[in-house]
């Protein structure tokens, strides 16, 4: 039904479209009535009165109809979840709603009336501001809202500066100190401010975490201390003491807007995929049978038999292999799960920016791993927000620009070298990298001084609270956000670049593994250690020859390959590595490339090169800078696998090493 919605042209609608929405009604209500749902069929029969009439030809499709359409399907999603989690429907929504499906019914086919509604819906304001003595907010955001870069004392801190605030906080979700988790957020809020202000004052601060949490703004008369909250149709009807977010914030509050298909503990596997891997599994039976029937007793093994142990071996090792490969297939899905949001988010925000934007999505059915589809979500949706609110311009700047009215969002996915590719690309303002600059300075992270490439230059925006905006957003964020995208692509072993024009837009390229569990690596050894690295990441490797190397004021070392020269990371100083050659003529240079940067690692040995299982370091220890994960090798030991991109963050600032006095071994600080 929503899909359907947002590709239905205003005046001018596609009758199979429309078909194909009613249908969807029509099923819903009557399978919900058929299995006892009365409140969803009875909710939805209104939906399919108007839908019926759009099919026939008796109403216009007008923009009113399908905001309020849409905004029905936000609501009887959440009643089909309160259904099925057996929770309480939010019945005053649904009331709401159905009162305003009911009044564009009431109206026929008048535009003038219609317009009167749209009218009505958005103006509904609360009464005289004479005798109003503040606001009460009461707040409660969903667990996740603090992983987003948002932080309620940021907003507490707005809220004071427009009058005098006070603060009571519930903590009876607090868990016992073991089960807490610092990145989710347990606690509530009641907010008292005593301010005669417009509410839309107190709303700004609240936009930009309306869908991540549930809030209520109740207004405080002199002569009603003890306020009471009443229903938003009294809002809008009698002009009442009461006040909830208008319809289309209340919309994004209802549920989840957005719907994210990934989040769950079960997946969809095609039938193709099972077929696939039952047949490894009996090719795997079957090459167990065969070596089985050599019958190996080593006290007294037949030499003849070990060219068929060999070709038995070989062949188990195929097949494991293949194996593997196909379980990891069935926890392969297609991107368009992600994409699937963005459709409506872009709709939505439009309206409420006064935009005009195309979204266009290409690659939807590349696949990657269900974890890593998860975790990317949140970080894509901050970008596009970002592209919608700063990137395209309003209609009216881009036709003296000579650009088309509409802006176009582009989102793009593709395999490349073993990794997924994911584009976020605008044809809006662009970044000026001027005015990145200045803010850089101002905020001290440069050097007034200091010559840039365009790329450390974008580099700057996912820096902490960095932010060029004149005026504070609530729609992507208000200086917060960047670097929490950055740090999340970052634990996900991917890596984010931008490219951007004056006037022609930005284009934002995430690189990510297709996987979190299995990768392809180079064994190196570093003294007595040794570690993986991916070879995903491996340009080449090569024996250094002392007329290559050349030393920069002393300290960096660089080494001369072709016409490039490229940083030398001495891997002994990083990991604190008793040293076995001191002289770099001779020893072994491992060339890797992350983040659109090149240096290479200075190693004593290269060993050979396998698959190897990945294990979380920071879940089983702590974050290590420059190790991404580790893993067990055939002969049990554990082995360190190196995050390429970390190592050349530490190449640019190294720790401080310090010597022990016992052992001589050099340490990091």
């Known amino acids: ?70 905004q029905s399907v936000d609501c009887l999603r959440q009643m089909l979840a309160a259904s099925r989690d057996k929770t309480p429907i939010d019945t005053e929504r649904a009331a709401e709603l159905k009162s305003e499906l009911e009044e564009i019914l009431a109206s026929g086919n008048n535009s003038a009336a219609t317009h009167t509604i749209e009218k009505n819906k958005t103006t509904a304001t609360p009464g005289s501001s004479d005798d109003r003595e503040g606001w009460k907010i009461k707040f409660k955001p969903y667990h996740d809202m603090l992983k987003t870069g948002n932080d309620p004392v940021r907003m507490f801190r707005e809220l004071a500066e427009l009058g005098a605030l006070s603060v009571e906080v519930d903590i009876s979700q607090l868990p016992i100190l073991d089960d807490l988790d610092p990145e989710e957020s347990y606690l509530s809020w009641e907010l008292t401010l005593k301010e005669n202000i417009e509410i839309e004052k107190v709303k700004e601060i609240f936009e930009w975490v309306e ?34 977010p208008t319809p289309k914030a209340a919309a994004k509050s209802t549920a989840n807007k957005y719907p994210v298909n990934t989040d769950s503990a079960s997946i969809r596997v095609s039938i193709d995929k099972v077929d696939a891997l039952i047949n490894m599994v009996g090719e795997l039976v079957i090459t167990q049978s065969m070596i ?69 999505t290409t690659g939807e059915q590349t696949e990657l791993d269900k974890t890593v589809m998860e975790k990317i979500g949140d970080p894509l949706v901050h970008l596009v927000r970002n592209s919608i609110d700063h990137g395209i311009e309003m209609p009216a700047e881009r ?16 395999h490349k070298g073993g990794n997924i590719i994911i584009e976020i690309k605008d044809d809006g303002a662009g970044f000026n990298k001027e005015k ?8 001290e992270l440069i050097g007034s001084d200091e010559n840039l490439t365009d790329d450390k230059i974008y580099d700057l925006i996912f820096q902490p609270g960095f932010s060029t905006a004149e005026q504070l957003s609530d729609i992507s964020g208000r200086g917060v956000g960047m670097d929490v995208v950055k740090r999340n692509i970052r634990e996900l072993g991917g890596n984010i670049d931008v490219k951007s024009e004056a006037g022609n837009g930005t284009t934002f390229t995430i690189r990510l593994p297709l996987t979190l569990a299995i990768l392809d690596g180079q064994l190196v050894c570093v003294g007595d250690e040794i570690y993986i690295t991916p070879l995903v990441s491996i340009v080449e490797s090569l024996q250094i020859k002392k007329e290559f190397v050349n030393n920069i004021a002393g300290q960096t ?23 076995k050659r001191k002289s770099l003529e001779g020893g072994l240079l491992v060339v890797v490339e992350g983040d659109g940067k090149k ?44 995050d390429v991109d970390g190592l050349i963050d530490l190449s640019r600032n190294p720790p401080t090493p310090k010597r022990s006095p016992e052992s001589g071994v050099r340490e990091v600080a």
């Open 1 to 70: 039904m929503e899909s359907g919605l947002l590709n239905l042209d205003i005046g001018a609608a596609d009758d199979e479209t429309v078909n194909s929405i009613f249908r969807a009604a029509h099923s819903i209500k009557g399978g919900s009535a058929t299995f006892g749902f009365t409140d969803v069929a009875d909710f939805t029969h209104g939906m399919e009165t108007l839908l019926d009439e759009m099919r026939d030809g008796s109403r216009d499709v007008t923009q009113v109809s399908v905001d309020t359409l849409l």
């Open 211 to 244: 869908d991540e949490c549930d809030f209520e703004i109740i207004e405080i008369k002199s002569d009603a201390p003890q306020s009471n909250e009443v229903s938003k149709e009294a809002v809008a009807e009698n002009n009442t003491k009461s006040v909830s």
């Open 292 to 360: 089985g029937q050599l019958d190996c007793d080593f006290d007294d093994f037949d030499i003849t038999r070990m060219e068929k142990l060999r070709d038995g071996l070989t062949l188990l090792e195929r097949n494991t292999r293949e194996l593997q490969e196909s379980v990891m297939r069935i926890r392969m899905l297609p991107i368009s799960f992600a994409f699937n949001r963005f459709p409506r988010m872009v709709h939505d925000l439009c309206q409420q920016l006064d935009k005009k934007i195309e979204l266009k």
């Open 399 to 414: 036709l003296a620009a000579g650009k088309p009215e509409s802006g176009t969002i582009e989102l793009n996915a593709f």
């Open 436 to 443: 990145i600059k200045a803010k850089a300075i101002e905020k």
């Open 557 to 579: 070392e660089l080494y001369k390959v072709r016409d490039e020269y490229i940083p030398i990371v001495r891997m002994h100083d990083i990991f604190g590595i008793k040293i």
């Open 599 to 642: 240096v290479g690692l200075l190693v004593d040995e290269l060993l050979g090169q396998q698959q190897v299982v990945i294990k979380s370091l920071e879940t089983n220890y702590k974050r290590v800078d420059g190790v991404s994960g580790a893993t067990i090798l055939g002969d049990g030991t554990v082995a360190l696998i190196l």
